[in-house]
């Protein structure tokens, strides 16, 4: 064995020392300590200072540390949590050192032990940590720059020839990338068969039997092992997360307490007391103290009971304990915060508002002050509700991950993570039309000028979809835009917004956006009469591209939301008319009067755009007669050209997909009889035709 390792060259030894002093001053600047020796294997061996490195990268990759104890069994843990979590943080496997590179025995049941002479490989640890500050400065932020350090930088220390030795041996047995991949499974008889023909015909392998069962023993026991140890990891892991939700819900519900007795209490009246008011009780309205605090004292009733329930399990708690289930029993209970979320920015607002008064700024401030507050002020305190859902949402999952699937706790949890995260994304879209509600109130205050009267925003809040400046190329004005789901609302932006104008109200029904002549240039059009209505300009191609992807979309959003409303109207008709059967004779018979289902349609909008446009004539020969009634006649005009314009609309999508099908051919026979009889083609303009006979001889059945 002595020539495996002695042909390992000095240089690699030299080598192995700059990995090591590079590996050194690494943990040291993660760690901000200083280690006493140049050999690290003195300084790791225990996994401590692993386990604290480990911590200070993600303090929830390292469920425990064993630090108080001699225990070799508990010291071993650390080790083995260290390199479980860097499998975690994608450290390949061939990267990975063992427990017993660090001198540490696998003796299952009976312990470990730290033997210096056993096994012990500080090449592979180097090189597992290595990997480790590769992945940690790509993906961390602010991490430490890694790199080997260089003889003009460190001159290492001479090495005995028995610790020169000891290195050579270590780079003998090395790691190294196998690159396979794993096989298929193969049964016993055709491994059997494998063997017979490798041992050859002379070799019966049916002898070595007992053998292979005592080789898959010791596999089976390896792997059993492994899986123990992830077990044991995963329940420290699950004892400090349950010891987390405890404590931070502990902490939660009295500051909801402080919240409702330092706050909230004294601004209402006493009903025992109604005739003597205090003097903060008398600060604000009803109406604003709801609008501040909403539900709060209901979200500290439903938490005070969860708290009581979780303190109750995690106080008794075994390998075999559950949180999953009270979780689920709460969870639909738990929506009550969505409203409070959906307030969250009224409150802030309101909250604003009144602290503008001396008396309740200073009311505020003494509760500021309160022992009990912490210094924390009221929106500190208001926010805590706002982010207890995704933390719930954060300790489930991470409870859920680190429970195996026989364990009892796993299908509750999965469940109660499920509902929780339903929860948590209801909150954020509520919070998300919320803040955009806000944000279109704050801007039709805004919005002046002529027509800025009729303008309503309300139908349309929760359909509001962007906003964006770009220039108008008319007059070079800056141009604010709101896009929302039925109509794309143009302001002129004066003084920065401070100011809107407003432009226009563009219906997306009859018109769409598309790409201008210049290169920043976009250009709202009528669907019907492909007329430019509007040309803009934007800051860059991806502004522009941007305003007609959004257009197009809200406008194909709306045809066919009335689309499918339109059907969904149809059905129930449908369902609430009698049921009337129609004979195949009659329904052909229908057809061919009919001129088909798809032309009518066509003729109907046509025949529609043929009395809009006698309306509008006579509309306009009233108007010029005038009278007292001449503004109910213009915006009767208006709305006349607006149901005109739809009409020609849709008769320009109809017509462009195909919708007429006067144009298609009719079904032909593909082997025409040539045995005297004529053989008739049905057109779908309902003719027949007879092969072989001129057009013009074509006879057309009516």
């Not at 008794?316 to 920015?345: C, E, H, P």
């Not at 998300?432 to 000028?449: F, H, N, P, Q, V």
Request: hydrophobic content about 35%; some cysteine.
């Amino acid at each position: 064995m002595q020539s495996d390792w002695s042909k390992v060259p000095d240089e690699s030894v030299l080598e192995f020392q700059y990995k090591q002093h590079s590996v050194k001053l690494w943990i040291e600047k993660i760690l901000h300590i200083k280690l006493e020796n140049e050999d690290l294997y003195s300084s790791l061996r225990n996994g401590v200072v692993l386990c604290y490195l480990m911590k200070e990268l993600d303090p929830r990759l390292i469920p425990r540390i064993q630090e108080e104890t001699s225990q070799p069994f508990h010291l071993k843990e650390n080790a083995e949590f260290f390199v479980a979590a860097c499998e975690e943080l994608g450290v390949p496997p061939y990267k990975r050192f063992k427990p017993i590179d660090l001198g540490w025995s696998a003796w299952g049941a009976q312990g470990s032990k730290l033997d210096e002479d056993r096994g012990e490989n500080m090449v592979n640890v180097i090189e597992c940590i290595i990997a480790l500050a590769a992945i940690v400065e790509r993906e961390y932020e602010g991490a430490p720059h890694f790199n080997i350090v260089t003889k003009s930088e460190w001159t290492p220390k001479p090495l005995s020839n028995e610790e020169k030795d000891r290195v050579k041996k270590w780079l003998s047995k090395e790691k190294k990338s196998v690159g396979r991949k794993p096989g298929a499974k193969l049964s016993a008889a055709i491994v059997q068969k494998k063997l017979q023909l490798m041992a050859g015909n002379g070799v019966d392998v049916n002898q070595y039997t007992p053998n292979f069962i005592r080789l898959q023993s010791l596999i089976r026991g390896t792997m059993q092992r492994q899986e123990y140890s992830k077990m044991v990891r995963d329940q420290a892991y699950r004892d400090h997360v349950a010891k987390e939700i405890l404590s931070t819900e502990t902490s939660y519900v009295k500051s909801l307490e402080t919240l409702i007795e330092v706050w909230l209490r004294p601004l209402q009246p006493d009903p025992k007391q109604l005739d003597a008011k205090s003097p903060e009780s008398k600060l604000l309205t009803h109406d604003q103290i709801r609008g501040i605090f909403s539900d709060i004292e209901i979200i500290h009733r439903l938490n005070s009971e969860l708290l009581d329930k979780i303190k109750s399990r995690v106080e008794a708690w075994s390998k075999m304990s559950r949180l999953g289930d009270i979780f689920v029993s709460l969870s639909d209970f738990l929506k009550v915060y969505t409203t409070f979320v959906q307030n969250f920015s009224n409150s802030m607002s309101i909250f604003d508002a009144v602290k503008k008064k001396k008396a309740v700024a200073t009311y505020f401030n003494n509760c500021k002050n309160h022992p009990r507050s912490q210094s924390l002020d009221l929106p500190s305190l208001l926010i805590m509700p706002v982010q207890r859902i995704p933390r719930y949402n954060m300790l489930l999952a991470d409870l859920l991950k680190h429970t195996w699937t026989r364990h009892p706790d796993y299908e509750d949890l999965n469940k109660a993570s499920g509902k929780i995260a339903n929860i948590a994304t209801l909150m954020n879209e509520r919070k998300r039309d919320a803040e955009m509600l806000s944000r279109i109130i704050e801007l039709g205050g805004k919005i002046t000028g002529k027509g800025s009267e009729k303008l309503t925003l309300g139908p349309s809040l929760r359909t509001f979809s962007k906003e964006g400046h770009f220039e108008d190329t008319s007059n070079s004005d800056l141009m604010l835009g709101l896009l929302f789901g039925d109509f794309f609302l143009i302001c002129k932006d004066e003084n920065s917004g401070k100011k809107l104008i407003y432009k226009d109200k563009i219906d997306l029904e009859i018109h769409e956006a598309k790409a201008g002549e210049g290169e920043l240039e976009w250009e709202i059009v009528k669907v019907a009469k492909k007329k430019m209505v509007y040309k803009f300009k934007s800051k860059d191609t991806k502004d522009r591209d941007g305003w007609v992807t959004a257009v197009n979309k809200a406008r194909k959003d709306m045809l066919e939301k009335k689309s499918s409303a339109s059907s969904v109207g149809s059905a129930v008709s449908s369902k609430i008319k009698k049921e009337e059967h129609v004979s195949a004779e009659e329904e052909l018979k229908r057809r061919r009067l009919g001129g088909g289902t798809k032309n009518s349609e066509v003729e109907n909008m046509i025949r529609d755009k043929t009395l809009l446009e006698s309306q509008l004539d006579d509309l306009q020969r009233k108007k010029a007669k005038g009278g007292k009634h001449k503004k109910d006649l213009v915006e009767l005009e208006e709305k006349l050209r607006h149901d005109l314009e739809v009409i020609e609309s849709k008769i320009v999508v109809d017509s462009e997909s195909g919708i007429d099908g006067a144009n298609s051919k009719g079904l032909k026979r593909k082997n025409p009889s040539t045995n005297g009889m004529s053989a008739t083609v049905i057109n779908s303009n309902n003719s027949t035709t007879t092969p072989g006979s001129s057009s013009s001889a074509s006879a057309t059945t009516k």
